[in-house]
């Protein structure tokens, strides 16, 4: 009986050591490393909690802005409302549709939310979007993050950015709805310049270093590409959450679906700014890599106090240097 089972033991062994063997030459494919390591490296960084923390606030602070946004184009209309831009987007019908267009209100009741609870939740939770989405970029590209007022500048340039493109491709969308063909094509083409533009520009603005823009492209192409798919299956699943959740919860239930939607979003962005860093070590090298930390550490470092300095270490004197 010992020895069948250390015979079995032996055959476990085998088959454990054949299976990292087996595991470790499909990871050496270019194809698959890099999708793996990106998702090491999400996990490394804490992207669940990174992505958790942007989905909280995006959906106290950008949801409500761009609801006010809308109003604002639609100059306080009383007869339209951001539910009826979301009816037609996701061509939603029936009980559904009820349900959402009675969820948000007219653009003529945004205009008293335009002067209060937004502009407040833009400057409490606004700025702390792209503050979290500053750490997700420095972990990982294992840089430094920057402090002080340069990093609330960069931090909301970056938000500017991000609700411009939002709104270019909200605005795109709904106006593509029954248009010619000619037309959707040529929204589609810019929708893909304008998120493979945001997607490019990102880390050097958010961490202030001089990356390559050529080693900087594939990453944000292959990040673009990735987004079609994401934002179809998240489409996708989102017309099927409106109703599933509005019938369950009503109006309560539109807002699950939609902190399920942005929390679909907010986790992709980590894992971009993961996968963009992983790109990157392997597009620039080793030398550049330790190059750009040691840039990072420089920028990010606190300013010292000079004066404070040489009372610590005053300079030395003549007789000083005559002793040496």
């Known amino acids: 009986m010992e020895e069948n089972g250390h015979g079995r033991s032996r055959r476990f062994s085998k088959w454990i050591t054949r299976a990292r063997r087996y595991q470790q030459k ?9 999708p793996i390591e990106s998702v090491r490296r999400f996990n490394r960084i ?22 006010v946004g809308y109003a604002l184009l639609e100059g306080f209309n009383p007869q339209r409302s951001f539910g009826g831009v979301i009816v037609e987007s996701f061509h939603l019908t029936g009980g559904t549709a009820q ?22 939740s833009l400057l409490i939770t606004g700025l702390d979007v792209s503050a979290t989405t500053q750490v997700a970029y420095a972990r990982a590209f294992t840089m430094t993050p920057l402090r002080g007022v340069q990093k609330y500048v960069r931090g909301g340039a970056w ?14 969308r709904y106006l593509a709805a029954g248009r010619p063909l000619w037309f959707l094509l040529a ?22 270093l ?24 998240a489409v996708f699943f989102l017309h099927r959450w409106f109703g599933a959740y509005g019938y369950a919860y009503g109006s309560f239930g539109i807002g699950l679906a939609l ?3 942005v929390g679909i979003f907010a986790s992709f962005w ?7 860093g992983v790109y990157w070590e392997h597009r620039a090298g080793p030398a550049a890599v330790a190059e750009m930390e040691e840039l990072s550490a420089g920028i990010s470092a606190p300013a010292h106090d000079q004066a404070a300095d040489q009372t610590d270490h005053p300079p030395p004197t003549p007789a000083d240097r005559t002793q040496t």
């Open 26 to 34: 499909v990871e050496r494919r270019r194809w698959v490393a890099f």
């Open 46 to 67: 804490e992207g669940k909690h990174l992505a958790l923390v942007i989905t909280v606030n995006i959906f106290v602070a950008i949801i409500p802005l761009i609801i």
């Open 99 to 120: 349900v959402v267009q009675n969820t948000f209100a007219t653009a003529k009741s945004g205009q008293s939310v335009a002067l209060s609870i937004s502009v407040i």
């Open 159 to 172: 938000l500017v950015l991000l609700l411009v493109s939002t709104g270019v491709t909200l605005t795109l």
């Open 187 to 208: 929204a589609i083409v810019v929708l893909l310049a304008l998120e493979f533009g945001f997607f490019l520009v990102t880390p050097r603005l958010l961490l202030d």
């Open 210 to 233: 001089p990356f390559r823009w050529r080693d900087l492209v594939p990453g944000a192409a292959i990040c673009t590409g990735a987004a079609i798919v994401v934002h179809a299956v």
């Open 259 to 261: 902190i399920a939607f």
């Open 270 to 276: 980590v894992w971009i700014a993961a996968a963009m």
